[in-house]
């Protein structure tokens, strides 16, 4: 049974049809990645799966239960979490507040409570503190932890985004372009960083990437999506060697490895 499943997902913006006929299932546990020319409308079908946009039709069904027309951040309670293309921390906070914020969702005292300062607030607010430091050890950022996120170098502000959405304890996290911007260097360890964090957290991953080494090194099966419809589906030596994924490419040479 897939954890996640949408059938004939449609988003519509005014004429233009952005994401036409999205079907894919997810496997628990499985690293799944989403390929496409420019525009081709992955970043719209996440925002879908995650509530940002709700489809102009279709199913989005995760842990056999839909969550169409659900807001995000009930989305994410049920445990979808995301990473978005232009990394999207609160630059302004410390490192370790950015991680805390994920933890908020869960809190069990008042707003009362916390203008009060009451003992139940500052338990809370101890315990978090701890795992949040916790969590940016696993990520190699304690050493951080009261910088601005704004002054971290990007590797580490991408790392910091992961880190954070991991927070929210998901069981599906999708990661969109966690590569941009990366030297090789970094993508490598990026790379690492995904296989690890999947064992590590139990995870089902799905992940937008322009690059094609790291999807193909990484993805058990690859969706490819074209002008908003998914035009192949396999494994990645299936992909590389797909003719309608070459054409979609224009001729470029699809995958590197
Ligand atoms: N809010 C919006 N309003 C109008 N059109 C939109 C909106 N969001 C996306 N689009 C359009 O939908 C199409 C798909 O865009 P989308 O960003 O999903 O593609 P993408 O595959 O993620 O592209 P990229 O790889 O460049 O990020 C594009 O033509 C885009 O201009």
Known sequence: ?????????????????????????????????????????????F???????????????????SIVGQYPYEITQKGIARTFQNIRLFKDLSVIDNVKI?????????????????????????????KALEFLKIFKLDHKSQEYAKN???????????????????KLVLL?????????????ELLGLIKWIREYFDLTILLIEHDMSLVMNVCERIYVLDYGKIIAHGTPQEIKSNPRVIEAYLGEEVPVC
């Open 152 to 170: 971290l170098p990007y590797g580490e502000q991408r790392r910091l985004e992961i880190a954070r959405a991991l927070a929210t304890k998901p």
């Open 47 to 65: 925002n879908m799966l995650t509530g940002v946009y709700q489809p102009t039709s279709g199913e989005i069904n995760f842990l056999d239960a």
């Open 102 to 130: 994920a933890y908020h969702q869960n809190v069990s005292y008042s707003v009362l409570d916390s203008i009060l300062q009451t003992k139940k607030y500052r338990q809370e607010e101890k315990k978090i503190t701890e």
């Open 176 to 188: 969109d372009e966690p590569a941009a911007g990366m030297n090789p260097q970094e993508t490598q």
């Open 1 to 45: 049974m897939p954890i996640l499943e949408t059938k004939q997902l449609i988003k519509t913006f005014g004429g233009l049809t952005a994401v036409n006929g999205f079907e894919i299932y997810l496997n628990k546990g499985e690293l799944i990645g989403l390929i496409g020319p420019n525009g081709a409308g992955k970043t719209t079908a």
